[in-house]
């Protein structure tokens, strides 16, 4: 049974930063594209990130691009999100998800971010 | 990036009714392969998104019956045919033909009268 676990959410001052972590089970990671999809109540599901299996290619919608920086360890089967310089509209439930096949196959329970003074 | 229109955004149905949710996109969903990438996804309250149909009308494992999605180039529907209780939630479709820009699109509310 495959199941995305992810961690590091909270609570983070505007222009501050936060690392968010997905381990993965039940799938060969390794083989696996991986992606950040976030949802608000403004703007909905969000693809903002994805990585290759091996680490490239990357990708970053121009809404977190120069601030997000997604990665992988293969030998531990996570993934990351790393962000930066954060603003109240990065409020959201982040997921982990695998894009395959040109859709979206596991998600994530999410994580909380919430960017707030 | 390709833009997704769905609706109603809201749709209230009697139980046992049929429920139809409409999604629109900006650009021809047809992949050079010939494939079309349309998915369709279920979010229960208090849940993540759950993939309920792949290329326009594949259902996904364990999905009933009662679900079914049709449609061409840029217009596609879900359609379920007989609305039950744990139907209830909101329902996104999504574009995986464009990369690296995939979109959902807004979400359709589906709720009990």
């Known amino acids: 049974q495959v199941q995305l676990v992810e961690s590091g959410g909270g609570l983070v001052k505007p222009g501050g930063s936060l690392r968010l972590s997905c381990t993965t089970y039940?799938?060969?990671?390794?083989?696996?594209?991986m992606a950040w999809i976030r949802q608000t109540p403004g703007k909905g599901l969000e693809l903002i990130s994805y990585i290759g299996n091996s680490g490239s290619p990357t990708y970053h919608a121009d809404s977190v691009k120069g601030r997000f920086t997604i990665s992988r360890d293969n030998t531990k089967n996570s993934l990351f999100l790393q962000m930066n310089s954060l603003r109240a509209e990065d409020t959201a439930v982040y997921y982990c998800?695998?894009?395959?096949?040109?859709?979206?196959?596991?998600w994530g329970q999410g994580a909380l971010v919430t960017v707030s003074s | 990036d390709v833009v997704m229109t769905q609706s109603p955004l809201s749709l209230p149905v009697t139980l046992g009714q049929p429920a139809s949710i409409s999604c629109r996109s900006s650009?021809?969903?047809?992949?050079?392969?010939?494939?079309?990438?349309l998915s369709w996804f279920q979010q229960r309250p208090g849940q993540s998104p759950r993939r309920l149909i792949y290329k326009v009308s594949n259902r996904d494992s364990g999905v009933p019956d009662r679900f079914s999605g049709s449609g061409s180039g840029t217009d596609f529907t879900l359609e379920i045919s007989r609305v039950e209780a744990e139907d209830v939630g909101v329902y996104y479709c999504f574009q995986g033909t464009y990369w690296p820009g995939l979109t959902f699109g807004g979400g359709t509310k589906v709720e009990i009268k």
């Open positions: 998800a695998t894009p395959a096949d040109s859709s979206i196959i596991f």
């Open positions: 039940g799938l060969t990671f390794s083989d696996e594209y």
């Open positions: 650009q021809s969903l047809v992949h050079s392969n010939g494939n079309t990438y």
